[in-house]
């Protein structure tokens, strides 16, 4: 049971360049998020999803696209980088029924 | 959601009980109060969450004030390893989000 999982863990990303952030849960959560970090702040929410095949916008979501076709998998894609965009994601899983979230390690995202 | 206020610093010796105070005048009646925290830089953390009631885990003990309004997260013995930023949310248990505010951070000195 590793939980949730992110890939890539750091990344460097050149202005107008495209790239997944991949997060896999093996939990069988209905519940899916992707939040960012700026330094010295707190979580922002993107996107999220209810369950497979639906998703929806949270606080921040322009510049970012997400995808919910399976249950276990939800992407974040990013399509023309900004450096406004350089964070740290973070996405997280939570069972129907409960609110403790499970977070991912995050991804270092610097566009450069 | 109803918004909180957290002081954005603590500092607590070794050994000592952490008391980390979070006020949510607004609260609704169906939203639970959650404790999160996150440690340098790893994801944020599940402590413990509750209603109306003081709930006690093998983490920490929340107190929540009989009128909802404010609540305390008490770690017992604090330890080094609790240095972090805690964070304070309500969420009503029929709400999808968890929006994060920005903590207090908590520094345990030897």
Not at chain 1, 52 to 58: E, L, M, N
Not at chain 2, 41 to 46: A, F, T
Request: net charge positive; proline share 5%.
């Amino acid at each position: 049971n590793a939980g949730v999982t992110q890939t890539p863990k750091f990344r460097i990303l050149k202005i107008g360049q495209s790239m997944t952030l991949q997060c896999t849960q093996d939990m069988n959560h209905n519940y899916m998020y992707w939040y960012r970090q700026d330094p010295g702040m707190g979580l922002k929410l993107i996107y999220y999803s209810v369950g497979a095949g639906i998703t929806d916008k949270g606080e921040v979501p322009n510049g970012y696209n997400v995808s919910r076709s399976t249950t276990e998998d939800f992407p974040l894609r990013l399509e023309l980088a900004a450096p406004s965009q350089t964070s740290v994601y973070f996405c997280a899983s939570r069972r129907q029924g409960w609110g403790g979230y499970t977070f991912g390690s995050g991804t270092r995202l610097t566009v450069v | 959601d109803a918004k909180t206020t957290q002081p954005p610093s603590m500092d607590c010796a070794e050994g000592r009980a952490a008391n980390l105070p979070c006020n949510h005048s607004t609260i609704s009646g169906n939203e639970y109060v959650y404790w999160y925290r996150q440690i340098h830089s790893q994801g944020p953390q599940y402590i413990i969450h509750g209603l109306k009631n003081n709930e006690t885990n093998e983490m920490a003990s929340l107190i929540i004030t009989e009128d909802r309004k404010s609540s305390t997260l008490i770690l017992p013995h604090a330890t080094l390893r609790d240095t972090a930023v805690y964070y304070c949310i309500v969420r009503a248990d029929n709400t999808d989000k968890l929006i994060f505010g920005t903590g207090t951070r908590l520094q345990v000195f030897p």
